[in-house]
């Protein structure tokens, strides 16, 4: 056989059998590569650690539920603690959809040294860990620091906040919940940008353009469970479920920002304890209230 006939019958073999290896990849793609509304699994994080002014240390958690649309509810205990000294150290057993940040936090002693604080998560028959300890790296401040303040301008208050909500309430009733929240007007409101700064893109699709596939979680964001956020003139204020069964949802309600009054309205797909965090934010200082509420 001459040689170039040879590498003609290698070149065509070869190709068949590429063929035949891209359809096998192609038919056991990998998981990872694809994205799901639910049934996936709950990875928790270390999100850095900080001081405290009596020498302790609050070390900081969060997650990524791997789900875009399911919200999941893992009970503290063996499928969800806080070694050593737990399970039970204070994180939630809620969790909201996708990447939510410092969560919870756990203060440990001055003495704590280069010991690890451990959160495990189990979901679906698969245990995730996220690691703490006092990496000089992983240092951040405090929740709730405005920063430094220039000289001779005041210095920034935090918000006041009090959250008014009944203990309890009988299960198929909504419920109201009310934050009065003040603010020194500091610090100074951000600056209004020009026509067309920091404006985003828009994606508009046309009519001979390609369809959208099937496999696109994001799409479903108008069913994704998220904290109830409520904007008064220059604070927020946040209502984030912590502890409770599935089901529980917040929606905010119009509120009039002249008086200071963010309201929202709960309703619960089930009985049990629930817990809520409320934030009333200035941008730059954080107040936090949690409060428990028991449907009946």
Do not use: K
């Amino acid at each position: 056989m001459s040689t170039c006939l040879r590498w003609l019958v290698l070149f065509i073999v070869s190709g068949i059998l590429g063929f035949g290896a891209g359809e096998e990849l192609r038919a056991q793609a990998d998981p990872q590569n694809y994205l799901f509304n639910s049934g996936q699994t709950i990875q928790p994080f270390f999100d850095g650690w900080s001081h405290n002014p009596d020498g302790s240390f609050e070390m900081h958690f969060g997650y990524l539920n791997r789900n875009y649309v399911e919200d999941l509810g893992v009970e503290v205990g063996l499928n969800n603690r806080v070694s050593p000294e737990g399970p039970d150290r204070g994180q939630p057993d809620y969790f909201y959809p996708r990447v939510n940040r410092r969560v919870f936090s756990v203060t440990v002693p001055t003495d704590w040294g280069d010991r690890e604080l451990i959160w495990q998560v189990t979901t679906n028959d698969e245990s995730y860990q996220a690691v703490g300890w006092l990496q000089p790296e992983w240092e951040i401040a405090p929740t709730g620091t405005g920063g430094a303040t220039a000289a001779g301008e005041p210095e920034n208050q935090p918000p006041s906040l009090q959250v008014s909500a009944p203990a309890s309430v009988v299960l198929g009733e909504p419920l109201t919940m009310t934050a009065t929240v003040g603010d020194d007007g500091l610090p100074p409101a951000p600056r209004e940008r020009s026509p067309g700064r920091g404006t985003l893109p828009t994606f508009e699709t046309q009519d001979s353009g390609p369809t959208l596939p099937v496999n696109v979680p994001q799409i479903q964001r108008d069913s994704r469970n998220r904290p109830a956020r409520v904007q008064l003139d220059r604070l927020s204020v946040t209502w984030t479920q912590l502890r409770g069964p599935v089901g529980a949802r917040i929606e905010a309600e119009d509120d009039d920002a002249a008086e200071g009054v963010a309201t929202v309205t709960a309703t619960f797909a089930s009985t049990g304890v629930y817990r809520f965090r409320v934030q009333a934010s200035d941008r730059r200082l954080t107040t936090s209230e949690e409060i428990s509420i028991t449907v009946r």
